[in-house]
């Protein structure tokens, strides 16, 4: 049967299948060794024009987080917040986040906001200090900005009511709007490398200016992508088996339909050892079965002969319990 035409057609089909999950595995088990080649295809350490890749408004793709950047534009002195808890060098302190706002700025494809009585801005971390009057007080510079800087992936909001006026938990751009509705924003924020103009104010006023950290892992072994490439070997196998028993049960079938059931090689017979009408099995016939004698099945027992006075024997039978 797997060489009729049905059967053979199938197959291939099988085959093709296989051939395709084998070579999505063997895909998964390459990306699983080098999964940074992705990452260092895109040239994330190229410095790239800020309003090129960046629109506010919009979601920002999770592909431009660690981007390189270049802008100008200026400080909102005002719309600046101290992010208590952080950490540089192993010392625990305050990170000083101010607004800046972008020379071209625009909106992202598909945003509607009002930017004639509001000004779109992006939250820079300009600086880290252990103490809190310090990080309070600092101000940033009026006058112009040259930055490059590296594009981070903004926070979760978390609750401030514990916090002091001007202090929040994290760096949420959904919790910076609502702190200054005057304002849009991107959904990422910029940790500088360097900065130059009148108004440059990174790591000034008593901060140290925090270097820019990527937040994907840089060496390593993608354990999820090989979880998948043995998921696709299990599909393939799958596949297979699934041929084959669809065959084997379509076999068996056809032979049932034939009244065939025996397999000629092996042939097994059958005997009726109680007969229609009869609450017992024949004592005999159980012994011949089982190879015990019949008085364990409920026969008579044969007792030793023992001779009589005639020189004959005679053998005692006693009814089996």
């Known amino acids: ?172 751009t959904s919790q910076l709007i609502n702190m200054f509705p005057d304002l849009l924003t991107y959904s990422g924020f910029l940790i500088p490398d360097s900065a130059a103009g009148p108004g440059a104010s990174v790591g000034t006023e008593g901060l140290t200016a925090v270097p820019p950290t990527t937040t994907r892992a840089e060496d390593g072994f993608d354990l999820q992508s090989a979880v998948y490439a043995v998921e696709w070997l299990i599909f393939a196998a799958m596949a297979l088996y699934m041929w084959w028993q669809l065959l084997r049960d379509d076999y068996l079938r056809r032979r049932l339909e034939r009244g065939d059931s025996q397999d000629p090689a092996n042939r097994t017979e059958y005997v009726v050892i109680k007969p229609a009408g009869r609450a017992t099995i024949d004592p005999e016939v159980m012994a011949g079965l089982t190879g015990l004698p019949a008085h364990r099945h409920g026969g008579k027992r044969r007792r030793r002969d023992r001779p009589t006075s005639d020189n004959s024997t005679t053998t005692d039978e006693t009814e089996g319990h």
């Open 1 to 172: 049967m797997a060489l009729t035409p049905k059967w053979l057609g199938s197959l291939v089909f099988v085959l093709l299948l296989v051939t395709c999950f084998v070579g999505l595995s063997a895909w998964q088990v390459d990306r699983a060794q080098h999964k940074n080649d992705v990452v260092d295809s895109q040239n994330l350490e190229v410095v790239k024009p800020f309003n090129e890749v960046m629109a506010a408004q919009v979601p920002m793709p999770g592909i431009l987080a660690d981007q390189r950047v270049s802008l100008s534009g200026h400080w909102l002195p005002e719309a600046q917040v101290v992010v208590p808890g952080r950490v540089l060098d192993g010392d625990r302190g305050y990170w000083v986040v101010t607004m800046f706002a972008p020379d071209g700025a625009h909106l992202g494809e598909g945003a509607v906001a009002d930017t004639d009585s509001k000004t779109i801005a992006i939250p820079v971390l300009r600086g880290f200090t252990t103490d809190e009057d310090t990080a309070m007080n600092s101000r940033a510079e009026a006058g112009g900005v040259e930055m490059t800087a590296r594009i981070g992936p903004v926070e979760g909001p978390v609750p401030t009511k514990d916090l002091p006026a001007g202090q929040v938990s994290t760096v949420s």
